[in-house]
C-alpha cells in the first residue's frame, strides 16, 4: 500500500501545472508607476529623469543602487538614502491603496480557473510588507486562497533558484509551469530553471532580448493564457 500511495502522490505532482508572475509588474501595471515615483522625486531634486534611463539605471536592480548609478553618472548632489527612503514610502503607499486594479486577463483567468489542476504563484521584488499590501490590494486573496506570494528583498528581478523556489513550494515540476514575465532577466532566469515563459513587451523594455520565450506580447489576454497553458499538456 505504501507504494501504491507513493506512487499516486508522484503522478498527481507530475500532472499539477502552474502559472506563476511577477506581482507588481504583471498583475499590475506597476512599472509606470514606479517609474513616476521616482521621476517625481527626481524632479524635486532639478533632474528630470527618461523612461531611457530608467530603463539603464533603475530596473532589475534595487532602487538605491540605482540612485547612486543615476546620480553618479549625472553627477547630481542629492541625498540618495533619504531619497530611496522617500521613494520606498511613496511605493508601500501605492501598494495599500484602494484603487489598484488586477491586470482583467489574469483576473478573468482566476475566475475560470480549476485549483486542483492549475496552481498559481507569484514573485514580487519589492519586499514583504508591499507584497502583502500589493497581492491584498488586488484582491488576488480573495480571488484565489491558495495562490502563494513569496517576497523577494532589495527589488531585483527574479532569478532561476527564486523561480524554482517557487514551484517547489507548490509542488509543480518546472517544465509544468509558464511564467508571466516582464524583463529580459526574470524571462531569462524562468528559461535556466527549465519553464515555459510568457514575455511582455512595455515602453521600458520593447528594447530587451526576450529571445527563448514561448511567447512574446505586448499585452497579456486569456488567448495567450490559454496558449500557455496547452504549452504545458504536451509534458
Known amino acids: 500500500m505504501a507504494n ?41 531634486e532639478k533632474s528630470d529623469l ?39 514610502a511613496d511605493i508601500a503607499a501605492w501598494a495599500s491603496g484602494g484603487r489598484l486594479k488586477l491586470n ?6 482566476l475566475e475560470r480557473r480549476q485549483p486542483s489542476q492549475v496552481r498559481m504563484g507569484a514573485l514580487c521584488g519589492l519586499g514583504g510588507s508591499v507584497t502583502e499590501a500589493l497581492s491584498a490590494a488586488l484582491g488576488l486573496k480573495d480571488k484565489s486562497d491558495d495562490c502563494l506570494f513569496l517576497a523577494m528583498e532589495g527589488g531585483r528581478s527574479p532569478t532561476a533558484d527564486a523561480w524554482l523556489k517557487l514551484a517547489k513550494q507548490l509542488k509543480v515540476i518546472p ?8 524583463g529580459m532577466k526574470s524571462v531569462k532566469s524562468a528559461i535556466a530553471a527549465g519553464m515555459h515563459c510568457v514575455a511582455i513587451e512595455d515602453s521600458f523594455n520593447a528594447f530587451q532580448d526576450f529571445s527563448g520565450a514561448d511567447y512574446i506580447v505586448d499585452e497579456l489576454d486569456a488567448d495567450i493564457l490559454d496558449k500557455a497553458l496547452e504549452l504545458m499538456q504536451r509534458h
Open 4 to 44: 501504491n500511495s507513493k506512487s499516486g502522490k508522484t503522478q498527481n505532482a507530475v500532472k499539477a501545472r502552474a502559472v506563476l508572475f511577477e506581482l507588481e509588474t504583471v498583475a499590475v501595471n506597476g512599472r509606470k508607476t514606479l517609474y513616476d515615483t521616482v521621476r517625481r522625486a527626481l524632479k524635486d
Open 50 to 88: 527618461t523612461p531611457v534611463d530608467y530603463s539603464r539605471y533603475f530596473m532589475d536592480r534595487p532602487l538605491a543602487e540605482g540612485l547612486e548609478r543615476y546620480v553618479g553618472a549625472r553627477e547630481l548632489n542629492v541625498p540618495v538614502a533619504q531619497l530611496s527612503k522617500r521613494i520606498d
Open 104 to 109: 482583467p486577463a489574469l483576473s478573468a483567468w
Open 175 to 182: 517544465p509544468l509551469c509558464v511564467v508571466l514575465a516582464s
